[in-house]
T-cell receptor, first 115, second 114 residues
Framework: SQQGEEDPQALSIQEGENATMNCSYK?????LQWYRQNSGRGLVHLIL?????REKHSGRLRVTLDTSKKSSSLLITASRAADTASYFC???????????????FGKGTKLSVKP | DTGVSQNPRHKITKRGQNVTFRCDPI?????LYWYRQTLGQGPEFLTY????????KSRLLSDRFSAERPKGSFSTLEIQRTEQGDSAMYLC????????????FGPGTRLTVL
């Protein structure tokens, strides 16, 4: 079963605009990660935020975490056509009984940035 | 490029045939994961190795699926008697022992079962 649910499922914006994607999860976590997947390719790790952090930045990425609402958001500022991809949040299975650290992914948000 | 590599990148097979995929993780990464991803979904965990030991298998991994990592380096995933429902992208990921949260993914093997 999937732990995270991203919202929206699809997002289309113009180059230069900001893109915000949200992720909700069901159980307590120790950390949450965001990954990007370009069409037909493997996933690339973007950023990890720990449960005791509320906000984290990496270049044009800003991630927030609200553990009381069990939600996270990913903001991409000044988007570029190259940001076109699917974005997934992922939690660690060890946070809810798993033993080996496999990731549990949401269904993803498909972002399209038009030039 | 010293990232995770997977071969083949694409595989088309007929129902009932056996297929085998290979994953070469980043060297010195002792953890290796297999995931399956279908269209419009996120990756779903299949199985996990620490060195050569297969430590966990998902209920998604039916008896027709088998994975090995004989020397703790590369891994193979075999699907016997393929079914159309096996059509998916099969992703391999590896992580180092000291930073097991972050996983490094390969480009995947896209399987199409006709």
């Amino acid at each position: 079963s999937q732990q995270g649910e991203e919202d929206p499922q699809a997002l289309s914006i113009q180059e230069g605009e900001n893109a915000t994607m949200n992720c909700s999860y069901k159980t307590s976590i120790n950390n949450l990660q965001w990954y990007r997947q370009n069409s037909g390719r493997g996933l690339v790790h973007l950023i990890l935020i720990r449960s005791n952090e509320r906000e984290k930045h990496s270049g044009r990425l800003r991630v927030t975490l609200d553990t009381s609402k069990k939600s996270s958001s990913l903001l991409i500022t000044a988007s570029r056509a190259a940001d076109t991809a699917s974005y997934f949040c992922a939690t660690d299975a060890r946070d809810y009984g798993g033993s080996q650290g496999n990731l549990i992914f949401g269904k993803g948000t498909k972002l399209s940035v038009k030039p | 490029d010293t990232g995770v590599s997977q071969n083949p990148r694409h595989k088309i097979t007929k129902r009932g045939q056996n297929v085998t995929f290979r994953c070469d993780p980043i060297s010195e990464h002792n953890r290796l994961y297999w995931y399956r991803q279908t269209l419009g979904q996120g990756p779903e965990f299949l199985t996990y190795f620490q060195n050569e030991a297969q430590l966990e298998k998902s209920r998604l991994l039916s008896d027709r699926f088998s994975a090995e990592r004989p020397k703790g380096s590369f891994s193979t995933l075999e699907i016997q008697r393929t079914e159309q429902g096996d059509s998916a992208m099969y992703l391999c990921a590896s992580s180092p022992y000291r930073d097991s949260h972050t996983q490094y993914f390969g480009p995947g093997t896209r399987l199409t079962v006709l």
